[in-house]
Nanobody, 116 residues
């Protein structure tokens, strides 16, 4: 079973930046895609970014132009660079891998808090 561990969260002021990391237990090159998701208190979990095996990236309008997803196959790591952070970006952020058998399990996530 693939395991992914998120890290890099923290407290940042509005307008600031953070870079989140997602370290996989296996080769990410074999994954069909990797996605970042987030869940704010009292809200549903939302999709934030996706990168495919072919390095195609996609974002919802809420983060497009501010967030960038990238990958390093040699390090089995996917990053989420978050710039121009807003208070509404406050959430627990999770990464998941899309395997041939479906999406991997949810991990512990990493907390991002943006203060005004």
């Amino acid at each position: 079973q693939v395991q992914l561990v998120e890290s890099g969260g923290g407290l940042v002021q509005e307008g600031g930046s953070l870079r989140l990391s997602c370290l996989a237990s296996g080769s990410i090159f074999s994954f069909n895609a990797i996605g970042w998701f987030r869940q704010a208190p009292g809200k549903q979990r939302d999709w934030v970014a996706t990168i495919t095996r072919g390095d195609e990236t996609n974002y919802p309008d809420s983060v497009k132009g501010r967030f960038t997803i990238s990958r390093d196959n040699a390090k089995n790591t996917v990053w989420l660079q978050m710039n121009s952070l807003k208070t509404e970006d406050t959430a627990v952020y999770y990464c998941r891998a899309l395997l041939t058998s479906g999406w991997s399990s949810w991990g512990q996530g990493t907390q991002v808090t943006v203060s005004s």
